[in-house]
């Protein structure tokens, strides 16, 4: 016994150790963190996995069966306790009880003992009375005598818990993997064809805990298992696609939903359809699939690219794809990905002090590699977005790749329509005149802004109210211009969103077990707790034509409560003299 | 020791009755000052008096924060100079604070769906909210149990307990501003939120009081062993025999509703998470919770440990259940933190 509550405690600190240290990062991460040499000390011990480590699994076990062991022992003897009813016990052993009393009546000593036996029953006690020597009647209640039983089943529930958890522990694939019939692959990003058949598990395991990433509109007919360093292929005897994945809002911009609608497949026909979300799986021949995580699965992005060394000239149109990259000259452009919503707190222009929320709506992060090896990051909104001064601009977000800092913004005027057009016409008209004038006059500018807006209307004009505003507006945009890192903008025009889900899948038929093992614990629980075994018993002897009672009582838990109850039923036995005179 | 006796389980059955009655009578007034308005909560709140400065959530639990602070004292007082009716207003007061905190969640609860018209939750969605719930449920619990086995004194060690949680409110509050109402992060959106939280906050305040009532033992063995009978521990705290076994009492109630708590989490894991146990450092914490009171039970039951061990157990098992509580939020991440998906 002793061995399980050390056995308790050393599982309770072994369990701390994979808490504090994170579990199954990349092994690059623990190397920087620990330096080589602690790393492969860490490694041997099974530190980045400690729950799957041999020796925690060791642990585990031995707890199972050492819980079995004295379940088996004990058993025998908790029935036998139960069981028992002694009713005949020696005055000398019931003087050491801690709860006795003595008590003198008038009746006599049969008389005596049925009333107090008829207390007892009444107090939920199993009572029985028996005649001794010498006139004298011993009286033997018991109640609680399930509490017993109770260790039983809580010690046969934690048991069956341990058995399911050990079924779905995958113990079959590491014992393959320890005599080296399996092998996780390690090479990411590998068609499933070329994946060696070591990597591979059939449909039919048992139990597994994978993941998988179905762009909208594919299918897959594999689960992704991590294992260390590497992965299983896990086969799948059906085929899941994915129809379509949305992301649901509340009014704030945070997340309300995310959902897939799933289609089950075999042999090309329909078998099951349903919409996922969180909280709500699909369930097919045993394997549960969940809405676990989403990315972009590579949307098309529309986009157009503003020539900035030559400025003035029609922008070029480039067609990208999230996940892919374009090559702009000397400059690599990356598509990081696309975002359609973006809820911000913005000053409220009704209430001074007070914010509103407004969506930025559709976006795209680029990552334009420089040609000396610097990159910077970039976040094109699609729509202009209106500003402080009731005007609306073109907003791009920059900063260094990998900086933690936030963006620093670039606000470009636009003119009719949203169009970035009639500043850029405005910036070329003023960089030829520039280059080609010794000096910049107001008149040349003017004149440079006349050309580019001829066409939008006498309120676009210089003197015309919008146009008063775009003219200085440009200006200040042209000053921050000159710093900007790359020749061209890139502007998002349009796109076509292709989204993708992470499901995971699962098949773990210990659940039910756990589950089962989990009630005998409560049940269990309940009995050894609440329901103690109570022992009382009375020896009744004649004294002067009445009798003396001699009331002791014993408990395996809870004294205070049977202090109360033990109060309760001497009172009985004297009040049931009381009533019995009347 | 004290003005009233024990009481048995009638008594107790009672005082949960009115108990559950003042929560719904003052829960209910608030919320029909809300129904009588219309309107956008916030301005409700601001143009009805009744609701600013006792009955819109956030005030309610101010009350019940201050009432908690001064419930603590007076205990404190009635450990020194123990005069009954010193000893009546401590109760008295946690009484009413427990009432107006249970009742400010449920208000709370009225108040989501004011909110946003797809918000409305249980409150027990942030860290604001549950330790409110812990501060409300563990008063309650120790009120049934001081009325119970007539042990007055140890409501100063249980009540500092909650007042450090208040503490945290009020600053969690004021500093992190926490007690805004936002709308669920998708994991939070299922039945099983109802009672997995509620659940562990029965075990937590159990193993609150199981502290409380280990630390005074702690302090009067320590005195009786140095054979200072006339040290204020011996003469105002309860015999160590009963302060060992209300430590007990209260584990033996919280380790079976801890339990269940984490097979109720395991049960939403499974259907969230795909997989009833993911060594999330939560879940693990709370093994590590139950592991450490199944061995002070297992060493109480089955070895006949008592007293001193058995106290500094409880304060250990205790130690670990707020770091599962409070220290897993703050230094270890993981599935419970919702920061993604």
């Known amino acids: 016994m002793r061995l399980a509550v050390t056995l308790l405690v050393v599982l309770a600190v072994a369990s701390v150790i994979g808490t504090v240290l994170t579990q199954n990062q990349q092994y690059a991460a623990y190397k920087q963190q620990f330096g080589m040499f602690w790393f492969e000390v860490f490694r041997h011990l099974g530190l980045y996995d400690v729950y799957h480590a041999g020796w925690f699994l060791f642990l585990m076990g031995f707890l199972a069966l050492s819980t079995a062991i004295c379940l088996v022992r004990y058993t025998p003897a908790l029935v036998r306790e139960m069981r028992g009813h002694r009713v005949r016990v020696t005055e000398k052993s019931l003087k050491t009880f801690r709860w006795q009393e003595e008590i003198d009546l008038d009746a006599g000593p049969q008389e005596a003992a049925d009333r107090a036996a008829g207390v007892l029953q009444k107090g939920g006690y199993d009572a029985r009375t028996e005649a001794g020597e010498e006139g004298s009647v011993y009286v033997g209640g018991q109640r609680g005598r399930l509490n017993r039983l109770g260790y039983v089943v809580l010690h046969g529930g934690i048991v069956v818990i341990l058995l399911g958890g050990l079924i779905d522990g995958q113990v079959p694939l590491q014992f393959r993997e320890l005599t080296g019939m399996a092998e996780p692959e390690t090479e990411f990003n590998k068609p499933p064809s070329q994946i060696p058949s070591s990597a591979k598990l059939p449909p039919s395991n048992p139990a597994f805990r994978g993941n998988v990433t179905i762009p909208e509109g594919r299918e897959t007919d594999v689960v992704y298992l991590q294992s260390g360093e590497g992965y299983y292929v896990q086969q799948l005897d059906f085929t899941v696609r994915n129809e379509d994945f949305r992301v649901r809002h509340y009014n704030t911009g945070q997340p309300k939903s995310f959902e897939s609608d799933l289609v089950i497949l075999e042999d090309g026909e329909e078998v099951a359809r349903k919409t996922v979300s969180v909280n709500d799986p699909l369930t097919y021949k045993g394997v549960s699939l969940y809405q676990a995580s989403f990315s972009d699965g590579g949307s098309r992005l529309q986009t157009q690219v503003w020539d900035l060394s030559s400025p003035g000239g029609e922008p070029r149109e480039m067609e990208g794809q999230v996940h892919g990259s374009r090559t702009l000259g000397d400059y690599e452009v990356a598509f990081e990905g696309f975002g359609r919503h973006e809820v911000v707190p913005m000053p409220d222009p009704d209430k001074e002090g007070e914010t509103v929320r407004e969506d930025l709506g559709p976006h795209m992060d680029l990552q334009i590699a420089l040609p000396g090896g610097s990159r910077v990051e970039v976040r094109s909104y699609m729509a202009p977005v209106r500003q402080p001064d009731g005007r609306d601009y073109h907003v791009q977000g920059l900063r260094m790749a990998g900086s933690q800092e936030g963006y620093q913004y670039l606000f470009l005027p636009v003119g009719p329509k949203g169009s970035l057009e009639p500043f850029m016409r405005f910036y070329g008209n003023l960089s030829q005149r520039a280059s080609g004038a010794a000096q910049m006059s107001q008149e040349l500018l003017l004149d440079a802004y006349r050309e580019a807006t001829e066409d939008l209307g006498p309120e676009w004009g210089p003197r015309g109210e919008k146009g008063h505003w775009l003219l200085q507006a440009s200006l200040d945009a042209m000053l921050k211009l000159r710093n900007y890192p790359v020749p061209f903008l890139i502007t998002l025009e349009d796109f076509d969103q292709v989204q993708a889900a992470g499901i995971q899948m699962t098949r773990s038929p210990g659940a039910n077990y756990v589950w089962g093992g989990s009630i005998l614990v409560l049940l269990g629980m309940m009995l050894m707790f609440y329901w103690p075994h109570r022992k009382v018993w009375a020896i009744v002897k004649p004294r002067d034509g009445g009798s003396r009672i001699l009331l002791a009582g014993t408990t395996n838990r809870s004294r205070l409560d049977f202090e109360l109850e033990f109060t309760r039923l001497r009172d009985g036995v004297e009040a049931a003299e009381a009533s019995g005179k009347q | 020791m004290t003005d009233q006796g024990p009481q048995?389980?009638?008594?107790?059955?009672?005082?949960?009755?009115?108990?559950?009655?003042?929560?719904?009578?003052?829960?209910?007034?608030?919320?029909?000052?809300?129904?009588?308005?219309?309107?956008?909560?916030?301005?409700?709140?601001?143009?009805?008096?009744?609701?600013?400065?006792?009955?819109?959530?956030?005030?309610?639990?101010?009350?019940?924060?201050?009432?908690?602070?001064?419930?603590?004292?007076?205990?404190?007082?009635?450990?020194?100079?123990?005069?009954?009716?010193?000893?009546?207003?401590?109760?008295?007061?946690?009484?009413?604070?427990s009432v107006m905190g249970m009742a400010g969640l449920g208000i709370r609860w009225r108040e989501t769906y004011l909110a946003g018209p797809d918000w409305g939750h249980i409150p027990v969605s942030n860290l604001y909210e549950v330790v409110v719930l812990?501060?409300?449920?563990?008063?309650?619990?120790?009120?049934?149990?001081?009325?119970?086995?007539?042990?007055?004194?140890?409501?100063?060690?249980?009540?500092?307990v909650i007042t450090a949680a208040v503490s945290f409110i009020v600053w969690y509050q004021f500093a992190r501003a926490g007690a805004e109402i936002q709308p669920l992060v998708p994991a939070l959106q299922s039945w099983w939120m109802k009672i997995h939280v509620p659940a562990n906050f029965v075990g937590y305040g159990a193993f609150a009081i199981s502290f409380g009532a280990a630390v005074m033992y702690i302090i009067r063995e320590r005195a009786e062993r140095r054979g200072r009978s006339e040290a204020f521990s011996v003469r105002r705290f309860p015999s160590l025999e009963a302060l060992d076994d209300l430590s007990y009492k209260a584990i033996a109630v919280g380790f079976p509703v801890f339990f269940l708590a984490t097979i109720l989490g395991a049960a939403w894991a499974a259907e969230a998470w795909g997989g009833y146990w993911s060594w999330d450092p939560k879940e693990t914490w709370a093994l590590i919770v139950l592991l450490i009171y199944a061995g002070y039970l297992h060493a109480r039951m089955t070895k006949g440990w008592q007293g001193r061990p058995l106290a500094w157990w409880s304060v250990v098992g205790f130690a670990a259940t707020v770091f599962c509580f409070f220290g897993v939020n703050m230094f270890l991440s993981g599935l419970h933190s919702y920061g993604e998906l």
């Open chain 2, 134 to 160: 812990f501060c409300a449920l563990t008063a309650f619990m120790y009120l049934l149990m001081e009325r119970k086995y007539a042990v007055k004194t140890l409501g100063a060690f249980v009540l500092t």
């Open chain 2, 8 to 97: 048995d389980n009638a008594g107790l059955w009672r005082a949960t009755g009115l108990y559950v009655l003042a929560v719904l009578l003052v829960a209910l007034a608030g919320i029909s000052l809300y129904e009588a308005g219309g309107g956008p909560p916030q301005e409700q709140a601001r143009d009805s008096f009744f609701l600013e400065y006792l009955l819109e959530s956030r005030s309610a639990v101010m009350w019940m924060n201050a009432l908690f602070v001064g419930a603590t004292a007076l205990y404190w007082v009635y450990l020194v100079r123990p005069e009954p009716f010193l000893g009546r207003m401590a109760s008295a007061v946690t009484w009413v604070a």
